[in-house]
């Protein structure tokens, strides 16, 4: 049986500095109730500054049908603020799938999120994101629409029910809480044709990626060539690439992130307290397109397009909604220049199936990559700019189960390095993904999941050749769990552990460090340990 079947059995960053009271003993087993999901990730920092707080969505969702409101910024908090902070407060009881959902203010998402599979009793959760960089489509009236798309009947009766809330910091210097640089414009793209501001100096594209609906491009990363006999097909296999392109032309790659829903990989039991890395708060893949401004900045639509390259021709699954943020040259009302450089490597990729005698196991090898190099010159008011972007994007993993798919298990990593050099300031990012997993359904239908993820990333800025600023970014989640499968949820007797470590370096208010570790047995948290 392979995830899609399992799962049909199965049936970021959270809110909260205080860390809750370790279990001095965990239950045998799941029962009704257990702890309310939490993450290891810190919460946002908040300035000491006068503060407003509006309400931009309040639902419950039955249904596909969306939210819709209206949405004013807070006069009492003035138009200059240090920090904006979304959070979405949740609630749900009962039996529901995890559910996808997404918040947008003026067309502008702000949020892409999914929900926790609920206990009978009902559970409680809440996401906070920093939303400052929004500051254009915030400082505005703006429709507000909300979707998290449920499904509710006799058997499915979760009603997921949200509350979404901005709160703003006002600036002040002398409190140390400046206005951050933040983009003068943020576009939503709506369709393939946009108009920017003739005198953008400076452009980032942010895209939502996300593989999920359900189907195959759920469990992108285990799909396999049509030759080969697995549940989940894709003509080219597993690797995936988000690619960027204006006017037609390649301009930016990435890899997209593994994200793992709290009912993937057959088994909810894994994600019932600690979801998998980015699962409540998705994060953006940015993209510097700083080097097609010139092109852009002559007052004519262009198309700009965005593509998941490996998804099979005219299959669904990926959405990809995207924002365009861009900064102004306010010395000019007109920023020329000119694209200088554009080499793309051929993109590299290769699949080997491994075909096995019965019932032993199926093996499928898989090998990707791409490198692009991009590089531009503006003639702003405060004289010639040049942007540099090289991006590599590399994939290897290495699938393995058997008929009927009874055993499934993948090892995978992918990696996506950045260098973006504009004038004497050079900014390296090294991303690394992993995933190291494996589903088996034995004797008297027992289900297990063994599984590990890391989601990992270094930046480095360097001026003048020698290194200024450095962060560091380790999330590393495993968890084991097991139930019997085709059974009544209360004769399930599931069992399962789960632990996250987070380290974050360099990047907290004033440097320092952050490292924090939960651990969860059996729906309660036993572990809950700072080290900074």
Same mark, same amino acid.
């Not at 039955?62 to 904006?84: F, H, L, N, Q």
């Not at 980015?278 to 010139?294: G, W």
């Not at 084991?480 to 399930?492: G, I, L």
């Given at each position: 049986?392979?995830?899609?079947?399992?799962?049909? @059995?199965?049936?970021?960053?959270?809110?909260?500095?205080?860390?809750?009271?370790?279990?001095?003993?965990?239950?045998?087993?799941?029962?009704?109730?257990?702890?309310?999901?939490?993450?290891?990730?810190?919460?946002?920092?908040?300035?000491?500054?006068? &503060? %407003?707080?509006?309400?931009?969505?309040?639902?419950?969702?039955?249904?596909?049908?969306?939210?819709?409101?209206?949405?004013?910024?807070?006069?009492? %908090?003035?138009? &200059?603020?240090?920090?904006?902070?979304?959070?979405?407060?949740?609630?749900?009881?009962?039996?529901?799938?995890?559910?996808?959902?997404?918040?947008?203010? =003026?067309?502008?998402?702000?949020?892409?999120?999914?929900?926790?599979?609920?206990?009978?009793?009902?559970?409680?959760?809440?996401?906070?994101?920093?939303?400052?960089?929004?500051?254009?489509? @915030?400082?505005?009236?703006?429709?507000?629409?909300?979707?998290?798309?449920?499904?509710?009947?006799?058997?499915?009766?979760?009603?997921?029910?949200?509350?979404?809330?901005?709160?703003?910091?006002?600036?002040?210097?002398?409190?140390?809480?400046?206005?951050?640089?933040?983009?003068?414009?943020?576009?939503? @793209?709506?369709?393939?044709?946009?108009?920017?501001?003739?005198? $953008?100096?400076?452009?980032?594209?942010?895209?939502?990626?996300?593989?999920?609906?359900?189907?195959?491009?759920?469990?992108?990363?285990?799909?396999?060539?049509?030759?080969?006999?697995?549940? %989940?097909?894709?003509?080219? =296999?597993?690797?995936?690439?988000?690619?960027?392109?204006?006017?037609?032309?390649?301009? =930016?790659?990435?890899?997209?992130? /593994?994200?793992?829903?709290?009912?993937?990989?057959?088994?909810?039991?894994?994600?019932?307290?600690?979801?998998?890395?980015?699962?409540?708060?998705?994060? /953006?893949?940015?993209?510097?397109?700083?080097?097609?401004?010139?092109?852009?900045?002559?007052?004519?639509?262009?198309?700009?397009?965005?593509?998941?390259?490996?998804?099979?021709?005219?299959? &669904?699954?990926?959405?990809?909604?995207?924002?365009?943020? +861009?900064?102004?040259?306010?010395?000019?009302?007109?920023?020329?220049?000119? +694209?200088?450089?554009?080499?793309?490597?051929?993109?590299?990729?290769?699949?080997?199936?491994?075909?096995?005698?019965?019932?032993?196991?199926?093996?499928?090898?898989?090998?990707?990559?791409?490198?692009?190099?991009?590089?531009?010159?503006?003639?702003?008011?405060?004289?010639?700019?040049? $942007?540099?972007?090289?991006?590599?994007?590399?994939?290897?993993?290495?699938?393995?189960?058997?008929?009927?798919?009874?055993?499934?298990? +993948?090892?995978?990593?992918?990696?996506?390095?950045?260098?973006?050099?504009?004038?004497?300031?050079?900014?390296?990012?090294?991303?690394?993904?992993?995933?190291?997993?494996?589903?088996?359904?034995?004797?008297?239908?027992?289900?297990?999941?063994?599984?590990?993820?890391?989601?990992?990333?270094?930046?480095?800025?360097?001026?003048?050749?020698?290194?200024?600023?450095?962060?560091?970014?380790?999330?590393?989640?495993?968890?084991?769990?097991?139930?019997?499968?085709?059974?009544?949820?209360?004769?399930?007797?599931?069992?399962?552990?789960?632990?996250?470590?987070?380290?974050?370096?360099?990047?907290?208010?004033?440097? =320092? %460090?952050?490292?924090?570790?939960?651990?969860?047995?059996?729906?309660?948290?036993?572990?809950?340990?700072?080290?900074?």
């Amino acid at each position: 049986m392979g995830l899609l079947g399992a799962l049909a @059995l199965a049936a970021a960053t959270l809110a909260g500095a205080a860390g809750p009271a370790a279990a001095a003993e965990p239950p045998a087993e799941f029962g009704s109730d257990w702890h309310d999901p939490l993450t290891a990730a810190p919460p946002v920092a908040r300035p000491a500054t006068r &503060s %407003c707080e509006v309400t931009v969505a309040e639902a419950q969702f039955r249904d596909y049908t969306p939210y819709t409101g209206s949405y004013a910024p807070p006069a009492a %908090c003035g138009g &200059s603020w240090a920090k904006v902070v979304l959070r979405l407060d949740g609630k749900v009881k009962g039996r529901q799938y995890d559910r996808l959902g997404h918040l947008s203010l =003026g067309g502008v998402e702000i949020l892409r999120t999914s929900t926790p599979e609920p206990s009978p009793d009902g559970i409680t959760w809440s996401v906070e994101k920093d939303v400052t960089r929004y500051r254009d489509t @915030l400082s505005r009236p703006q429709p507000v629409e909300m979707l998290i798309g449920n499904f509710v009947d006799d058997t499915y009766t979760g009603v997921i029910d949200v509350k979404a809330t901005l709160t703003f910091y006002a600036a002040d210097r002398g409190r140390h809480a400046p206005a951050p640089d933040t983009p003068d414009r943020v576009l939503p @793209l709506s369709g393939p044709a946009v108009t920017t501001p003739r005198n $953008t100096e400076r452009l980032l594209a942010e895209v939502y990626a996300t593989g999920s609906g359900g189907g195959c491009e759920e469990y992108w990363y285990m799909t396999t060539p049509d030759a080969a006999p697995y549940s %989940c097909k894709a003509a080219d =296999g597993p690797y995936r690439e988000v690619r960027i392109s204006v006017d037609g032309q390649l301009a =930016g790659i990435a890899a997209p992130f /593994p994200t793992v829903w709290t009912g993937g990989w057959s088994n909810p039991f894994l994600w019932y307290v600690t979801p998998a890395p980015r699962a409540f708060d998705v994060q /953006p893949v940015v993209y510097d397109l700083t080097p097609y401004a010139a092109l852009l900045n002559d007052g004519r639509p262009h198309r700009i397009e965005v593509a998941v390259a490996g998804v099979p021709a005219g299959q &669904s699954g990926w959405s990809t909604p995207t924002n365009l943020l +861009l900064w102004q040259d306010e010395g000019r009302a007109v920023v020329t220049g000119a +694209l200088t450089r554009h080499e793309e490597g051929e993109p590299a990729g290769s699949t080997h199936w491994t075909p096995a005698a019965p019932g032993a196991q199926q093996r499928l090898d898989t090998e990707g990559g791409h490198r692009l190099t991009v590089a531009g010159r503006l003639e702003t008011s405060h004289g010639r700019v040049t $942007t540099t972007v090289t991006r590599t994007v590399h994939n290897t993993s290495v699938h393995r189960w058997t008929e009927g798919e009874d055993q499934d298990a +993948l090892t995978a990593t992918w990696t996506d390095e950045e260098d973006v050099t504009r004038g004497p300031t050079t900014v390296r990012t090294a991303r690394t993904y992993t995933m190291d997993g494996e589903t088996t359904l034995g004797a008297g239908d027992r289900l297990r999941t063994v599984i590990a993820l890391g989601d990992r990333a270094e930046t480095t800025t360097l001026r003048g050749g020698r290194t200024v600023d450095r962060t560091r970014l380790d999330d590393r989640y495993t968890g084991d769990a097991s139930y019997t499968a085709n059974v009544p949820r209360e004769q399930r007797h599931a069992v399962g552990t789960s632990s996250e470590h987070y380290q974050l370096y360099g990047a907290q208010p004033g440097g =320092g %460090c952050y490292d924090r570790t939960l651990a969860t047995a059996q729906g309660a948290v036993t572990v809950d340990r700072r080290r900074c």
